[in-house]
């Protein structure tokens, strides 16, 4: 359909799956086990009722925000996806591009078919990036990438702490062989790369089961960029990475495709942050929650806001824009979601992203299914 005809997000998912090939969908779409996860990542968010509030004059109302010190037209960032050339031929470029023309800030992903410097030269001077980081069984490859990273200006380090080993996500799994162009520049840019089972395995074989909290430290003497942990599901390892000195974290289970009945990052978000205020300020402007996993909507992610989180990550909804008509699609699903803010927000009567409090939303159902 043309691209007027695209009214939501769930509508690129609709024709990305129809569009891609079988093997593209099957690694974009797949998730682990029983993908009992990433159906829940949807559902949480349906369990989360609005307390909209009423006469407060919202003729002007903004959705902009701050991300880790940087401007975004929106609260939410794209989420770093693997393997962007699956689905297009310019891959990750078309989230680079439509990012800096909508002030978006984008995460960029280890496991990128782009190189990282392709990336960093398809974004406009000034345009705030993040990194995605899986470590290497080689810290110096690490190291090297890290410290390059932050010459190039990125801005916050985003290391993934969800997946010491890639969950088993079988459709993909069943695909077998590596598209070789797709995964040229990972094999390139990291070591170690194996050929065998499945996109997502074959890839990811560099990636170091041994990481440890020990490691944050080492990381701090490498970079002065934020540090963030994503991946990070209990207030037990929330308040560890608060004390280890990491600038946040991000609420997530990879999309459902990491450990399966894990629960969503919303249902996290409300133990979390109650854990957080008991040790420090709260909203702690050194210490930031993010939230991503089922996100599709501007209410999804006001819904979130609300909770405690100061932005969400979107990783789905952009790769499945970009696979059905790239930069434009892109650009599309921004605007889409920029028209639900603003809607949502006149509706439950908030003018500024602070003003998104927790008496906007009812999360008496959340924890009960
Ligand atoms: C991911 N995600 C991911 N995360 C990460 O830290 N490193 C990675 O390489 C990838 N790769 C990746 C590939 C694909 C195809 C998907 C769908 C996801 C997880 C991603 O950053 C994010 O956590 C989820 O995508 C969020 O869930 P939604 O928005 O896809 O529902």
């Given at each position: 359909p043309p691209l007027d005809e695209i009214l939501n997000l769930h509508d690129f998912e609709a024709v990305a799956k129809v569009v891609l090939p079988e093997k593209a969908w099957a690694y974009y779409s797949s998730a682990s086990d029983d993908e009992i996860t990433i159906r829940e990542n949807r559902a949480a968010f349906q369990r989360v009722w609005f307390r909209p509030r009423i006469l407060r004059d919202v003729s002007s109302v903004d959705w902009s925000t701050t991300i880790l010190g940087c401007k975004s037209s929106l609260p939410v960032y794209i989420s770093a996806t693997a393997l962007g050339k699956l689905g297009h031929p310019d891959g990750e470029l078309n989230l680079?591009?439509?990012?800096?023309?909508?002030?978006?800030?984008?995460?960029?992903?280890?496991?990128?078919?782009c190189s990282f410097d392709e990336i960093v030269d398809a974004a406009s001077p000034g345009q705030p990036l993040f990194l995605q980081l899986y470590v290497n069984r080689d810290r110096e490859i690490t190291?090297?990438?890290?410290?390059?990273?932050?010459?190039?200006?990125?801005?916050a380090l985003f290391i993934t702490v969800d997946a010491p080993q890639l969950g088993r996500r079988e459709k993909d799994m069943r695909m077998k062989s590596v598209d070789d162009s797709a995964g040229a520049k990972v094999q390139e840019n990291q070591s170690?790369?194996?050929?065998?089972?499945?996109?997502?395995?074959?890839?990811?074989?560099?990636i170091d089961p041994s990481l440890s909290w020990k490691?944050?430290?080492?990381?701090?003497?490498?970079?002065?960029?934020?540090?963030i942990l994503k991946g990070v599901s209990t207030p037990e390892d929330a308040i560890l990475a608060y004390e280890a000195g990491c600038q946040g974290i991000?609420?997530?289970?990879?999309?459902?495709?990491?450990?399966?009945?894990?629960?969503?990052?919303?249902?996290?978000?409300?133990d979390i942050v109650a854990a957080l205020k008991?040790?420090?300020?709260?909203?702690?402007?050194?210490?930031?929650?993010?939230?991503?996993?089922?996100?599709?909507?501007?209410?999804?992610?006001?819904?979130a806001l609300a909770l405690g989180a100061s932005a969400v990550g979107i990783g789905r909804g952009f790769l499945y824009a970009f696979s059905s008509y790239g930069q434009e699609g892109v650009e599309r699903a921004i605007e889409i979601l920029r028209d639900e803010f603003e809607m949502n927000m006149r509706l439950i009567g908030a003018r500024t992203i602070s003003e998104i409090v927790p008496d906007m939303v009812d999360a008496s159902a959340l924890h009960s299914h």
């Amino acid at each position: 359909p043309p691209l007027d005809e695209i009214l939501n997000l769930h509508d690129f998912e609709a024709v990305a799956k129809v569009v891609l090939p079988e093997k593209a969908w099957a690694y974009y779409s797949s998730a682990s086990d029983d993908e009992i996860t990433i159906r829940e990542n949807r559902a949480a968010f349906q369990r989360v009722w609005f307390r909209p509030r009423i006469l407060r004059d919202v003729s002007s109302v903004d959705w902009s925000t701050t991300i880790l010190g940087c401007k975004s037209s929106l609260p939410v960032y794209i989420s770093a996806t693997a393997l962007g050339k699956l689905g297009h031929p310019d891959g990750e470029l078309n989230l680079t591009r439509a990012a800096a023309k909508h002030g978006v800030i984008q995460m960029i992903p280890t496991l990128a078919s782009c190189s990282f410097d392709e990336i960093v030269d398809a974004a406009s001077p000034g345009q705030p990036l993040f990194l995605q980081l899986y470590v290497n069984r080689d810290r110096e490859i690490t190291k090297k990438y890290v410290q390059h990273a932050e010459k190039r200006g990125v801005k916050a380090l985003f290391i993934t702490v969800d997946a010491p080993q890639l969950g088993r996500r079988e459709k993909d799994m069943r695909m077998k062989s590596v598209d070789d162009s797709a995964g040229a520049k990972v094999q390139e840019n990291q070591s170690g790369v194996k050929k065998d089972q499945g996109v997502s395995r074959a890839i990811s074989s560099f990636i170091d089961p041994s990481l440890s909290w020990k490691d944050i430290p080492w990381f701090r003497s490498i970079t002065n960029m934020h540090i963030i942990l994503k991946g990070v599901s209990t207030p037990e390892d929330a308040i560890l990475a608060y004390e280890a000195g990491c600038q946040g974290i991000v609420l997530s289970n990879h999309g459902g495709r990491q450990l399966d009945t894990s629960r969503s990052g919303l249902e996290n978000l409300v133990d979390i942050v109650a854990a957080l205020k008991q040790r420090g300020p709260w909203p702690n402007p050194n210490f930031s929650v993010f939230v991503d996993g089922g996100v599709r909507r501007a209410s999804d992610v006001i819904k979130a806001l609300a909770l405690g989180a100061s932005a969400v990550g979107i990783g789905r909804g952009f790769l499945y824009a970009f696979s059905s008509y790239g930069q434009e699609g892109v650009e599309r699903a921004i605007e889409i979601l920029r028209d639900e803010f603003e809607m949502n927000m006149r509706l439950i009567g908030a003018r500024t992203i602070s003003e998104i409090v927790p008496d906007m939303v009812d999360a008496s159902a959340l924890h009960s299914h």
